[in-house]
């Protein structure tokens, strides 16, 4: 982002400029569609492409199956794959698939709206200490240090567990321990932009401290917490499964995949595999759909810079 | 040396006696040593010397801007007669953007890489005026029409690497001059643009100069650049000054010091008879290991032991000619 050359996106990715340095060309790996989309790669098609596709089953969850996801029937019990019920049923005869997309509303839900808070917070605690220094960044980042001593989950865990299950406590507690990553990464960021030329050039046109950090270097420094944002929505969802998994979570009957493999685990010795294995295969699908938009978006945002 | 410099009341910037020291770790080292100098409204001053001199650090402490290792020591900065340094910076914050400002050198650099330029160059008007988003806007227009920017309803919308490096310094200028500052400070604007577009830029610091009425200093190595642009010189070696010369040209016609002369000498002349270019002798002095005296002795080719002792008085030689040298190159009929 420092060196000048970087600024050009056009020479860094055009075919044009390889083709005048050599007779040799390398094509590079390119998709059919709008700019935005071509200049991030496969990643970002293959994880929006994921995460597209189960943003809308959540959200159309009713029209996908018939099923009730909560209510038991007892008749149907631990039935294997089947047309009636394409994953098959648990033991209390609820349908997966049903329990599946209707699990996604809540968990992708809680996870997304749980970056927001710490986002907006860390960035602007972030900026705000960078570029101001002194006391108030000594202050900030010390509490900060003081939340990262803890390990992640130990703080959450034992915060939910004061607060008590359910979706604000869920919230709270991520909300109080991940606002640091994003503090610091801007933090980070916000120095090296504070010595840069374009703030000096601000201070020498009388720009006011506020306007200088909300116009000036938030724009710059958003980009890094925004792909940041991508891995911390990976992370929530590993929180809220796991606390739910712990029955700390999401409270039951309201369906959730952490409630699900736990629930299930106790018929893994009698082979029922899928009650399991449904579910975790879900969080780590969202994981990698997520992991690769969040790296496809750090590759074009660099590139843009 | 303050004596030298006499307190003009109708002077829109006065420098007296500017002390900066830099802090190398162990210790602190004076990078400007007592630089003094005047600006009449509308005038504009060169700041001549090397890098190192202490040009770029004099400029930044007016302005208030200077990094954290650096402060002042000592002097006065009196802006309109009131000294900038006194209050803790409050009044050097008023001042910024709409009584000085200042053009930097890099304009790839100095613009916000993300911000549309229009916007950068509303800015101040905005923080300063209250300017609503279509005011803001207009003026934008306005003010990269005045700094000649072609097409300016759509370049307003452009980013910084969109521009040309030429349009990007045009911007800055842009920005400014946006609240019609009295004092405009320039830190080598053009040394990092083409010769052509160098001119180009002279030409509309001399236009902006008639159109608004404001106060030039002008911070560079270039003496050519001075002698397009500026009225006045103030030749600064070392962090003190050498020489100061109300008419420019009358400096550059007969230099009394002989650092003056050696850098007249060693700036290549496009008319003329061929020669070799004249090179200083030796290097310009670290800023840990300047000598005593004058700091030109060490290189000078009329240097004296007494050169060696002491600071050397900074005298008028002639009308509004000043210099510190105890052996200036005199022409018949002027004694020191």
Redesign the interface.
């Known amino acids: 982002m420092t060196e000048?050359d970087r600024?050009?996106p056009a020479t860094a990715i055009g075919p044009a400029a390889s083709s005048t340095i050599a007779e040799v060309r390398v094509a590079p790996l390119r998709f059919w569609g709008p700019r935005f989309l071509r200049s991030g790669g496969l990643g970002l098609w293959v994880g929006g492409g994921i995460m597209a596709i189960m943003v809308l089953a959540a959200v159309f969850a009713p029209l996908l199956t018939s099923y009730d996801p909560v209510q038991p029937d007892p008749t149907a019990a631990l039935q294997s794959f089947s047309a009636a019920h394409p994953l098959g049923t648990d033991n209390l005869g609820r349908d997966i698939w049903a329990r599946l997309v209707f699990g996604a509303r809540s968990d992708l839900s809680i996870a997304t709206i749980a970056v927001l808070v710490p986002f907006v917070l860390g960035v602007v605690l972030g900026t705000i200490t960078g570029y101001v220094g002194g006391w108030l960044d000594a202050v900030v980042m010390r509490i900060a240090d003081i939340v990262a001593a803890f390990p992640f989950y130990v703080l959450v865990i034992a915060l939910v567990f004061v607060l008590g299950s359910g979706r604000s406590s869920i919230f709270i507690a991520i909300s109080v321990v991940s606002w640091v990553a994003y503090a610091r990464i801007v933090r980070a960021e916000a120095l090296v932009l504070r010595?840069?030329?374009?703030v000096?050039?601000?201070?020498?046109?009388?720009?006011?401290g506020a306007?200088i950090v909300f116009?000036?270097l938030v724009?710059?420094v958003i980009t890094q917490a925004i792909v940041y944002a991508m891995s911390d929505i990976v992370m929530n969802i590993g929180v809220i499964v796991t606390l739910s998994y712990f029955g700390l979570g999401i409270v039951p009957p309201t369906p959730d995949w952490g409630r699900m493999m736990a629930d299930g685990q106790q018929f893994l010795a009698g082979g029922y595999y899928r009650l399991t294995l449904v579910p975790a295969a879900a969080v780590v699908l969202s994981s990698l759909g997520l992991s690769l938009l969040g790296d496809g978006l750090a590759h074009r945002l660099r590139i843009s810079? | 040396m303050t004596g030298a410099v006499a307190h003009d009341p109708g002077s829109l910037l006065e420098v007296i006696d500017l002390r900066i020291a830099v802090d190398l770790g162990d210790r602190e080292v004076a990078a400007v040593d007592g630089v003094s100098f005047t600006l009449a409204p509308g005038e504009a001053r060169g700041l001549v010397g090397e890098s190192g001199s202490g040009k770029s650090l004099t400029l930044r402490a007016i302005?208030g801007?200077l990094?954290g290792n650096v402060r002042v020591t000592g002097g006065q900065i009196l802006f309109r007669g009131r000294d900038l340094l006194a209050d803790g910076g409050q009044l050097q914050?008023?001042?910024?953007?709409?009584g000085i400002?200042?053009i930097?050198?890099?304009p790839?650099?100095?613009?916000?890489?993300?911000?549309r330029v229009g916007e950068q160059i509303s800015?101040?008007l905005v923080?300063?005026r209250g300017l609503g988003r279509r005011e803001a806007r207009a003026q934008a227009v306005r003010l990269m029409d005045l700094v000649g920017i072609p097409d300016p309803e759509r370049r307003i919308n452009a980013y910084p690497?969109e521009l040309s490096g030429g349009l990007r310094q045009r911007v800055?200028i842009a920005?400014?001059v946006?609240?019609e500052p009295d004092l405009i400070?320039c830190d080598e604007p053009t040394t990092a643009l083409d010769v052509t577009v160098q001119d180009q830029i002279l030409r509309l610091f001399a236009h902006l100069r008639d159109e608004l009425g404001a106060g030039l200093l002008y911070v560079t190595h270039d003496l050519a650049v001075v002698a397009q642009l500026c009225d006045s010189v103030t030749v600064l070696y070392s962090g003190q000054v050498m020489e100061e010369g109300d008419d420019l040209r009358s400096v550059f016609a007969r230099p009394f010091h002989p650092y003056t002369d050696a850098l007249i000498g060693a700036t290549p002349r496009i008319d003329g008879p061929i020669t070799r270019l004249q090179a200083i002798p030796g290097t310009a002095p670290a800023l840990q290991d300047r000598p005593s005296g004058c700091p030109f002795h060490d290189r000078c080719p009329r240097a004296t032991e007494e050169c060696a002792e002491g600071r050397i008085p900074f005298a008028e030689l002639d009308r509004g000619r000043r210099s510190a040298c105890l052996h200036p190159l005199l022409p018949a009929g002027l004694v020191r």
């Open positions: 000048p600024l050009e010595d840069r030329e374009f000096q050039a601000c201070r020498a046109g009388g720009i006011g306007r116009r000036h724009p710059n810079r | 302005m801007l990094p914050q008023q001042v910024r953007g709409r400002t200042m930097f050198q890099e790839a650099v100095a613009l916000n890489p993300v911000m800015d101040g923080q300063h690497h800055m920005a400014g946006a609240c400070l």
